[in-house]
């Protein structure tokens, strides 16, 4: 979805990247780190810079669709061996 809005650059498909991400973010916390690859990409292409604003709310918009997620999230945070703890 990433590569499809920056060909695109149409808010429909940003906002579809914006929904993948949401629920990726719902299915595992490391998909937090896809945000950084996809923002070094923005950055890396001096043609693709002048997106930074635009990518940058809809990672926005993404992590607002995550937030009801997040006293969840910190509780697992500060549950005492919880990340320690092998499957």
Known sequence: LFLRWLESRRWADGLLYAAGLAV????????????????????ADPARRRLLPRWLLLVALAGAVWLP??????????????????A
Not at 24 to 43: D, P, Q, R
Not at 73 to 84: H, R, S
Request: proline share 3%.
């Open 24 to 43: 990726s973010f719902w299915c595992h916390y490391f998909a937090a780190f896809v945000v950084f690859a996809h923002g070094t990409a923005v950055l």
């Open 69 to 86: 997620w997040a006293p969840a999230f910190v509780a697992q945070l500060t549950q005492k061996g919880n990340l320690t703890r092998m």
